[in-house]
């Protein structure tokens, strides 16, 4: 018997339980891996200053920054095209919270911190990265204009115009700049109406020569994100005497230019039709517009037509941006489900006490983890790299990487964050719960900065260079691995090297086949699928096999490697016969 509850349920009451809400802690003190790894792979006296410098900043994301974050989608930005007499204003209001993150964002040199000349550029690759992590799922997507900025300094260094040309050297030195008043960011304009991916295809911009390199952009950009920036990179084709252009991806070129006028507030040439956001599944904390570009003042980087190898440099920076957002959803979800579980009753005991949901999360984090390495290895070699140490290997495995890690990241983060909602149940998809809004923004992930398969035909890109990718990358992962005989890691040693193996045996065949018997491109998702496995599994081993190494990182290396199919793709997909049965089952009984 029990005493009945009726005297709850009188009068204007609803019963006197209120569920507990999860509680969002220091995000680096909550990571599991991120201080060991960095301790792992900075000098002690490097590890001690980042570690300090996280620590603080994790303090600032729950105290501060979250609740701006969440801010920025709520108070989302407008855009007012006239002012009430009629008259063309394209004035775009975005929120306090968003200046401020902003502002923020050079404060805490978020930037910056990629770029001091004062510190070794590993060092400095791996702070950035590993803060940005922890800003990324409190940011309201600020983070976004973050990862262009990197990406537009990244492209000024890697044309070395800095200290060259001036207008460069100024941008650069504002994108990298700690001190608010002083610091700008920059957009990346490459996508318009025919397409974003296939960018040589679809660019419609033309570039009419004024003088020296200064020229006048004529065209129309799609889904131009954070338009409330300073610069923008974009794409052009130069128009001859006769007013033609060269058509195809060698006729772009690449382009500077100031959102704004030199000299005064107004729009330079620039009319900012549709404001986007509010149309968007997600990312509704940005300002995205379409932009006619009508005689924008802008000056050419790089050599004529080689707009596409310019730009790259900052969509490979970009692209490690978006795996971090991609992780640091996962990692955010993870932290946020975690502690529910212990919060949360049901059937009698907390969440965390059923077996089975632990068993939901454990998986979660193994996958997670996995990516986490990924990003942090990217962070190293791009560093390698920036100190003008890198080997031919490291700068094949950089390049390598960065679409791998982006694509797989950024497939991998949607599921998971979806399975980290479910774990909340029904207030999971609450809105106001903030909970929503972590699945919404990981879907751009995969779209965004070059959709999956795009990304897959980028990774082939790399194999079809000069160089001998397949030697490299089974050297790296080789280098990788254990030396000694560790007990506990020999099967995860095994599982590796035996995909390995199987991966470069599939390469091989596929290299010496007759392209009339089969297609490369069909697989390439496969292949990228692949090396993002094995190259995570040795990491993951690496991390295991080192002193500073616990009994879950065994336990987690273990299930990546053992548990999964590491090489899930065959010979027998390549070829014509099944394209043609791909078809049959795509098109069966379609009518247009
Ligand atoms: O989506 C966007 C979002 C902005 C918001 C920022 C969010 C950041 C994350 C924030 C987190 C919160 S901006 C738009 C992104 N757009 C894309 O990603 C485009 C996707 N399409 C591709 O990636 C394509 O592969 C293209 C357009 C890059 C290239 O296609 P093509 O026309 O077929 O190119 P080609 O002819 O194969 O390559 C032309 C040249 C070659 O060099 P050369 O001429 O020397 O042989 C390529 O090797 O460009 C070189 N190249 C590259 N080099 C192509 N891609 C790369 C690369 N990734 N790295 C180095
Ligand atoms: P499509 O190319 O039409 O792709 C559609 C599908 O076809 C995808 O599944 C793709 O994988 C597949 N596909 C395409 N080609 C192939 C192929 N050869 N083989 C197999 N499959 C293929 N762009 C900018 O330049 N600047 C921005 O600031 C910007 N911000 C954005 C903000 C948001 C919120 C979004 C959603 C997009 C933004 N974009 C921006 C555009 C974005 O980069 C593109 O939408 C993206 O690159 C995909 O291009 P698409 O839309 O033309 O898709």
Redo the contacts with the bound molecule.
Sequence with gaps: RMASGVANYAHAKTGNFTQTEPVLHNPFQDDPLMDRVLRRLLPQKEYERVAADLNRFGDRVVAEIDKKGQQCEIDKPRLEQHNAWGKRVDSLWVCPEWRELKQMCAEEGIIELGYDEKVDPVTRRLHQVAKLFLF?PSAG?V??PM??TDGAAKTIEALGLRGKNQRATEAYNRLISRDPSKAWTSG?W??EKRG?????GGCDTYAVHVKDDEYRLHGYKWFS?AIDADVALTLARVVDDKGDAEKG?KGLSLFLLRIKKEDSNELNGIQMETSLQHRFFGTRQLPTAELLLDGVVAHRIGDLGRG??GI?NM??I?RI??AV?SVAAMRRVISLARDYSTRRNVFGQAQEKWPLHTATLAKMEVETRGCFLMILEAAKLLGIQESGQATLNDQIML?LIT?VLKLYAGKQCVPLVSEGIECFGGQGYIEDTGLPTILRDAQVTPI???TTN?LS??VL?VFSGKENVLQAFNQYINAALPTNDDEKLKECVLAIKKALKSFSSLLAKIHESALDNIRIDVGARHIAFAIAKILSGALLIQHAAHPTSNSVDYEIAKRWCLEQKLVDVEFDWFTHNRIEKDRGIVFENYAN
């Excluded at 974003?196 to 040589?200: E, L």
């Design positions: 990324s997507l983070t976004c990862a262009m990346q490459m996508t974003g991916s296939d960018v040589g994100s991806s596409i190898p790259a969509l490979n970009t941006h978006n957002a390049r679409p965004w900065e070059g795009v035909l980028d890109r």
